[in-house]
């Protein structure tokens, strides 16, 4: 058992022994805590009625690395039938289960051999598929000693991830060396997947699918009867209201920012902001969302939540929605103008830029992130990085309709030209599911 596997088992168990403690302080960690134990028995119980066939075991961390395996999974399943099991460790992952329409999915079990040994007997699959970098030491240990080939797609490493440095890629070495197949997202995420240990034989480069995914969202949102008339409808474009800034993935830094900078901006001749603010926090809780309101209505602007339809309909054409609504804010995107990404002021980590980007709107989000694909929008002039108080000048230069619509086409145009992920991957994943099947193996 390799260092990498003891302290991820060791730190597991030690979530799990003191977890009425935890429950205690955390309710909220308490809960997930009790989920991922309720998740193995969940996995458990329906590898005892496991039908029959090929069985690909997905995991993905949360809601994007899942959504981004979603292309290749549908590439697969036009070539080859099987079973799908997916787990997630965030409770965002439920998100992405309506895309991938598993067999069936829980939560992931906790990284202890014990656990992960008895889910990974009952399951039997034929594939362990991991999706963007999310791997468990064990779980991947247990998979190996019970001959099952484990794969990575989506590879993706950043420039600064932690897993680079001392200690993590020691730790993680052995665990990237066992790998059977690895699908990087581009050359420079391959050699920093080679850099952790991943063997040059299992490593090709295969693109990121996110693009696919991304791609295919908006255009099925813009088809007659899609989302984006649902949008449309419910927040109508009004004469005084000449733009409409989507503001995706947000924390309370990003708000109370994107709020300055609507407040800052000259008045319309009415008096109002020309600007309609859509708000999507990242987690849209009870209290974070009720805090929000509140925080609007104290800066004087009138605020409806997209789930109070009759508010929302009474709205004033310059008061802010609050989103409020979970899985669909790709879609929501086709319906602005412009385009904001959350957790780049704070340490989150910033979010998904591609949906923005597919949809066709420039983009604008903060000076904290690593992103390859961020920073490729940036190069191609489709996105604009600014510090917070450095919005209200990025929203101006964006009030130019036709600096609109050329950063937009940039931005699409970025998306497209990186889409065609999924074949490759699934050509992957069907040789590895073939081998894994096949008797003489």
């Known amino acids: 058992m390799s260092l990498g596997e003891r302290l991820s088992a060791g730190a597991a168990g030690a979530v799990a022994a003191f977890e009425p403690i935890v429950r ?53 399943r036009s070539r080859a039938d099987f079973s799908l099991v997916v787990t997630h460790f965030s409770p965002s992952g439920v998100s992405a289960l ?12 906790l990284d202890r051999r014990a656990g992960c040994r008895r889910v990974a007997q009952a399951v039997r699959p034929d594939l362990l598929v991991f999706a963007k970098l999310d791997i468990w030491p064990v779980l991947v240990a247990e998979a190996s000693h019970a001959g099952i080939p484990v794969a990575l ?41 080679r850099r952790l240990g991943v063997r040059s034989d299992v490593l090709r480069i295969t693109g990121d699918a996110s693009f696919d995914l991304a791609r295919a969202r908006a255009d099925d949102a813009r088809q007659p009867g899609g989302a984006r008339e ?13 733009r409409r800034l989507v503001a995706g993935s947000t924390w309370e830094a990003d708000e109370g920012a994107l709020l300055d900078a609507i407040e800052a901006l000259p008045a ?48 004033p054409s310059h008061g802010v929605v609050v989103f409020d609504e979970m899985g669909s804010l790709a879609e929501l995107y086709t319906a602005g103008d412009i385009g904001y990404v959350g957790g780049g002021f704070g340490s ?9 980007a597919a949809a066709g709107v420039p983009l604008l989000f903060g000076p904290r992130h690593d992103r ?35 950063a937009g086409k940039a931005a699409r145009d970025y998306v497209v030209g990186g889409s065609g992920a999924a ?17 003489d193996v």
């Open 24 to 76: 205690f302080v955390r309710p909220d960690v308490g809960r997930l805590i009790a989920e991922h134990r309720a998740g193995e028995r969940d996995l458990v119980a329906w590898g005892e009625a496991r039908p029959a066939g090929p069985v690909i075991w997905l995991h993905g961390a949360s809601a994007g690395e899942l959504l981004g395996a979603v292309p290749a999974i549908e590439e697969l």
């Open 98 to 109: 309506e895309r991938l329409e598993p067999d069936v999915s829980a939560f992931s079990p």
């Open 153 to 193: 797609v989506n590879g993706v490493v950043r420039a600064g991830s932690s897993r680079l440095r001392w200690p993590g890629r020691s730790l993680l070495l052995e665990t990237y060396a066992t790998l059977s197949a690895v699908g990087a997202a581009s050359e420079e995420d391959a050699a920093r997947l």
């Open 230 to 242: 649902v949008f449309e409808a419910a927040l109508p474009r009004r004469p005084d209201v000449g």
């Open 268 to 315: 319309t001749s009415g008096g109002r902001f020309g600007w309609q603010l859509v708000l999507a926090p990242h987690k849209p809780s009870e209290p974070h969302v009720r805090r929000l309101c509140g925080e609007c209505r104290r800066r004087g602007h009138p605020v409806a939540r997209w789930s109070d339809r009759a508010a929302l309909a009474e709205l």
């Open 348 to 356: 989150a980590g910033l979010h998904n830029v591609l949906e923005p």
């Open 372 to 406: 390859r694909d961020a920073t490729g929008l940036l190069e191609v002039g489709a996105a604009f990085e600014c510090e917070e108080r450095g919005l209200r000048a990025c929203l101006e230069h964006l009030s130019d309709e036709e600096e609109r619509r050329r």
């Open 423 to 439: 074949a490759g991957t699934a050509d992957m994943l069907a040789a590895l599911l073939q081998a894994s099947a096949s008797p």
